[in-house]
């Protein structure tokens, strides 16, 4: 299987409900990270799981989490979702040894009313 | 983090060649220079990478001067497809394993003209 699949694509939620958004990387690959993309704006780093476990959050509550699985399929849950939660979510994985750059999924919008 | 400056915008013609440059003055010795481009309604793609000498790929070049406090993704002939926003972005050279965050900027909105 090639690529990053991520699923859904859209997703209406009402403020204070909990979402699981879903993604599936390519065989082999065992680091997955995701952002979030506010409108007009560039991609903003979520958390990185490696090998099942985080290893690198970055400036998002505790109300972000996230599964790794050993098939290289993940999740990424957000409880008591507020208004600004409303973004594009993207899942983004790298094989290991040599790098060559992460691979995108095309995310899941998420619309919080 | 080392930050990146970019242009907001630029134009280009189609089958003529494109330079996107950015800036990265506080650039450490073991810092990556990474381009990713993002087209709309997509995720965005790995494009380049480089950390001292100029690179070439199928998708385009990556010049790195010499002070590397600068550097210009360079695509030969651009193509309507190319429209996209291109992101300029350090990353520190660590352990594969470790956290590889990417922080990106505004980036460079760029309109191609048939």
């Known amino acids: 299987e090639t690529g990053v699949t991520q699923s859904p694509t859209h997703l209406i939620k009402t403020r204070g409900q909990q979402v699981t958004l879903r993604c599936s990387s390519q065989s082999g690959h065992n680091t997955v990270s995701w952002y979030q993309q506010a409108l007009g704006q560039g991609p903003q780093f979520i958390f990185q799981?490696?090998?099942?476990?985080?290893?690198g959050r970055g400036n998002f509550p505790p109300r972000f989490s996230g599964l790794q699985f050993p098939n290289y399929s993940s999740e990424l849950n957000v409880n008591a979702l507020e208004l600004d939660d409303s973004a594009l979510y993207l899942c983004a994985s790298k094989e290991p040894g040599p790098f060559y750059g992460y691979t995108f999924g095309s995310g899941t919008r998420l619309t919080v009313v | 983090d080392a930050k990146t400056t970019q242009p907001n915008s630029m134009e280009s013609n189609e089958e003529e060649p494109v330079h996107l440059p950015c800036n990265h003055s506080t650039i450490s010795g073991t810092d990556y220079i990474h381009w990713y481009r993002q087209l709309p309604s997509q995720g965005p793609e790995y494009v380049i990478h480089g950390l001292t000498s100029n690179v070439n790929n199928r998708m385009a070049s990556l010049a790195i001067a010499e002070d590397r406090k600068s550097s210009t993704l360079i695509l030969h002939r651009a193509t309507l497809r190319d429209a996209a926003v291109y992101y300029c972005?350090?990353?520190?050279?660590?352990?594969?394993?470790?956290?590889?965050?990417?922080?990106f900027g505004q980036g460079t909105t760029l309109q191609v003209k048939p």
């Open positions: 799981y490696y090998r099942e476990e985080e290893n």
């Open positions: 972005i350090l990353r520190g050279r660590r352990r594969w394993s470790n956290t590889g965050k990417l922080i």
